[in-house]
């Protein structure tokens, strides 16, 4: 039998019956008399046990799509070996950068190390880890650094164990101690704020330290017993925001930072104890993985509201999350994305899964939990019409003032661009100054812009209503909140499959300047109330269907300096004359010209009539 297929069934066989301790124990570490009872005193123990390391070695004279993940793995351990170790460097208030390109050293060259046997590995992986070990601090007042350093220093005395002399790994343990578990535990004597974040800062701070905890629990019990109670009764702070189906309010990018964390400590928590003490049953979290597959685009770019890139990367927890949840498709994904792939895809690897077309996954979907959508026209298609579009809360951690706003991709490219975030050391960027900046707030955004000012920080836009047919998909969102006016509402539907129409209906008590904004990288040349927009030797058409005296104008999205800049973007927009104290602007994008769009596509039908529209 082929070992690679052994392995992922008893891996489901384990996780299945992780799944059933789970279920079975206590639901909470509080409810046992010592969360640490069922502590493994083998090492490895974090994420990988003893056996799993004797079948991935045979994997990889078996399995060569795991043998060309390892090497590829290899390749990049082989080039740390001859780069210097980390040293300690502040970027602005952080230490971040360091904690993360140690953590990424520690897993390439210990699952080198554990595959191989070669001393090289270990010894580099050494150097590293006195090196960060020598720090003064792990930068506690920026606590991310410590918890992913502290990440860092358990997984290498965990799976480095048995290479280690006896003085190694107390070098390495008095580290993980003195900057890593004492700062976590003083932070909570002290009531440091990310002690009670309900976002990604509490999965990866309780995560991060948990990890490294269970690596010397049976070492220090009492701290780690204390650590792993901590983490485990607080993270349900934030699991919660996945509720009610799998959605992340602070966008793809921070989805990934939240999840993986979770995964990281949830995964550890089964090799080292059998149990997650129900934290994998929290709502929505069965369906996390399918939030990943929907934010993306045919071509690649997410929907990267809030601070996001437009690009997210390796998401190697998309395989834990497969197998534990029984979601196949997942891992399909997975398998399709890893281009510069993680030791965690290599361990947890699986060829199940198919694409989502064949798996039978929706081409719409409405996350009600955090009010996105996502409509598309078909799956594995590069040259597919997808759009992604919000209501939201600006309140949200990360957010930015992007109420209504949407990204359209089309003919194998974006036509309306999110910017995503801008540099996170610009002065105030998470205070006083953020709605100071161009990228953050509704002026950078494909939305309205009302007698030019922002939206409110504190208004939410709920998702009033949601459609789904082969024919005609639709959602609506009440903008009302975010302008202070009487009406500001939106729509955006998909009608066959093929063109985007996208209406405000905006009531004031006050005549105000309204103005319709999408950014785009497209070249644009403007007729009146048409607009070609052309990237390459693609051609997207936008016209304006109400109100008649509207025209289309182009104008600048560069902010001042020292802000980022886009001279490759455009906004283009809807003017209207004169101050309205009620409007109705519809929009019709479509790759197909004026003539050749069908008539129910030119119909600017109000919003209430559009689930009448066929």
């Known amino acids: 039998m082929n070992s690679g297929i052994w392995l992922n069934r008893w891996g489901r066989w384990a996780l299945a019956l992780g799944w059933v301790i789970a279920v079975c124990l206590p639901g909470s570490a509080a409810d046992r008399d010592n969360p640490l009872d069922t502590l493994k005193k083998e090492h490895p123990r974090l994420i990988l046990n003893p056996q799993d390391v004797a079948l991935l070695k045979q994997a990889l004279e078996n399995d060569p799509a795991r043998r060309e993940i390892y090497e590829k793995i290899k390749a990049e351990a082989d080039k740390i070996l001859d780069e210097p170790p980390v040293e300690y460097q502040l970027i602005g208030p952080r230490l971040l950068d360091k904690s993360r390109r140690c953590l990424e050293r520690i897993y390439r060259l210990s699952l080198v190390y554990l595959m191989s046997g070669d001393s090289r590995y270990l010894q580099r992986a050494v150097k590293e880890l006195d090196a960060a070990g020598a720090f003064p601090d792990w930068n506690p007042s920026h606590f991310l650094d410590t918890a992913e350093m502290s990440h860092a220093f358990g997984i290498a005395y965990d799976w480095l164990y048995h290479g280690l002399s006896p003085e190694e790994r107390a070098r390495i343990r008095t580290a993980l101690i003195e900057k890593g578990i004492d700062a976590y535990l003083n932070g909570f004597e002290t009531g440091a704020w990310w002690t009670k974040a309900t976002h990604n800062w509490n999965q990866v701070c309780h995560g991060g330290v948990g990890v490294g905890a269970l690596a010397i629990a049976d070492e220090i019990p009492d701290k780690a017993e204390e650590v792993i109670r901590k983490a485990v009764e607080t993270m349900p702070r934030a699991l919660q925001g996945y509720a009610p189906d799998g959605g992340w309010d602070e966008g793809p990018g921070y989805w990934h930072y939240a999840t993986v964390y979770t995964v990281y400590f949830l995964a550890s928590l089964h090799s080292a104890l059998g149990t997650d003490f129900g934290l994998s049953r929290h709502e929505g979290m069965d369906n996390?993985?399918?939030?990943?597959?929907?934010?993306?685009?045919?071509?690649?770019?997410?929907?990267?509201?809030?601070?996001?890139?437009?690009?997210?990367?390796?998401?190697?927890?998309?395989?834990?999350?497969?197998?534990?949840?029984?979601?196949?498709?997942?891992?399909?994904?997975?398998?399709?994305?890893?281009?510069?792939?993680?030791?965690?895809?290599?361990?947890?690897?699986?060829?199940?899964?198919?694409?989502?077309?064949?798996?039978?996954?929706?081409?719409?979907?409405?996350?009600?939990?955090?009010?996105?959508?996502?409509?598309?026209?078909?799956?594995?298609?590069?040259?597919?019409?997808?759009?992604?579009?919000?209501?939201?809360?600006?309140?949200?951690?990360?957010?930015?003032?992007?109420?209504?706003?949407?990204?359209?991709?089309?003919?194998?490219?974006?036509?309306?661009?999110?910017?995503?975030?801008?540099?996170?050391?610009?002065?105030?960027?998470?205070?006083?100054?953020?709605?100071?900046?161009?990228?953050?707030?509704?002026?950078?955004?494909?939305?309205?812009?009302?007698?030019?000012?922002?939206?409110?920080?504190?208004?939410?836009?709920?998702?009033?209503?949601?459609?789904?047919?082969?024919?005609?998909?639709?959602?609506?969102?009440?903008?009302?909140?975010?302008?202070?006016?009487?009406?500001?509402?939106?729509?955006?539907?998909?009608?066959?499959?093929?063109?985007?129409?996208?209406?405000?209906?905006?009531?004031?008590?006050?005549?105000?300047?309204?103005?319709?904004g999408m950014l785009t990288p497209a070249k644009v040349e403007l007729d009146g109330r048409n607009a070609a927009l052309t990237i390459e030797d693609k051609t997207m058409h936008a016209r304006i269907l109400t109100p008649e005296n509207a025209r289309f104008e182009t104008v600048s999205a560069n902010p001042p300096a020292p802000q980022r800049q886009q001279p490759n973007v455009t906004k283009l927009v809807v003017r209207l004359p004169e101050k309205v104290s009620a409007v109705d602007i519809t929009v019709l994008i479509s790759p197909d010209e004026w003539e050749k769009i069908p008539a129910a596509a030119r119909r600017p039908l109000p919003l209430a009539d559009w689930n009448a529209m066929k």
Request: charged share 20%; aromatic share 14%; proline share 5%.
């Open 288 to 516: 996390a993985g399918q939030f990943r597959i929907d934010f993306e685009g045919p071509n690649g770019l997410c929907f990267n509201y809030a601070d996001a890139g437009s690009r997210v990367g390796n998401t190697h927890e998309m395989y834990w999350l497969a197998h534990f949840y029984g979601r196949p498709v997942y891992a399909w994904f997975q398998r399709e994305h890893s281009r510069q792939p993680h030791p965690l895809d290599f361990i947890w690897y699986s060829k199940e899964g198919d694409n989502p077309a064949k798996s039978g996954v929706p081409l719409d979907a409405f996350y009600k939990g955090i009010d996105v959508v996502f409509l598309r026209s078909a799956w594995n298609d590069r040259n597919a019409l997808f759009v992604g579009f919000k209501g939201g809360d600006n309140k949200a951690n990360h957010s930015h003032l992007d109420l209504g706003s949407f990204v359209l991709d089309a003919l194998g490219h974006r036509w309306a661009v999110d910017l995503g975030g801008d540099d996170y050391n610009l002065p105030g960027y998470f205070g006083s100054q953020r709605w100071t900046y161009y990228r953050l707030i509704n002026h950078s955004h494909n939305t309205l812009v009302i007698d030019d000012q922002i939206q409110d920080p504190k208004a939410a836009a709920p998702i009033t209503a949601f459609h789904s047919a082969p024919d005609w998909a639709f959602a609506q969102t009440d903008l009302s909140a975010a302008y202070k006016i009487k009406k500001a509402r939106r729509g955006l539907g998909m009608l066959g499959r093929r063109h985007i129409l996208v209406r405000d209906e905006i009531e004031a008590e006050q005549p105000a300047e309204v103005l319709w």
